[in-house]
């Protein structure tokens, strides 16, 4: 009996999820090794080249951890970041692959979330009330 080969599932680019991290990214960093400065002020010590791969999809399966420290350094929703990953793993917006029901109420989910600058925009807002303070002194 002949041997089978393994199959290995392929891994599929996440699009939106990197898409989603690059948008946010651009609002903090106009470049990959800027943001390799900001990440690391928030304990994310990557390369640009981890941050090139995160924005075009090739890292699909970031911890917790690691989405919690893009947050605090993008200033992008932790929801927002989970929701275009389970978008994308899970191929929500394919209706090949599921219901228009289904698409209905990822989309309702979608609905309920910040804006993907509501953190960083309350971030900025706080720093520039310290400046004004700090120039009143």
Known sequence: ??????R???RQKLH???????SA???VSASQQKAVEVLARH????SQSWVAQLETGRITDPDPETLRKIEAAYGIDYDRLVYA????KYRLNDPGFVSNATR????AVERLMPGPAAARGKELRHELGQR???MLL
């Open 85 to 88: 990953l389970i978008c994308d």
């Open 16 to 22: 939106h999820f990197g898409e989603t991290v690059k």
């Open 43 to 46: 304990d994310l010590k990557v």
């Open 104 to 107: 209905s109420r990822w989309n």
């Open 8 to 10: 290995y599932k392929r």
């Open 1 to 6: 009996q002949p041997l089978r080969s393994k």
């Open 132 to 134: 004004a303070n700090a």
């Open 25 to 27: 990214r651009e609002v």
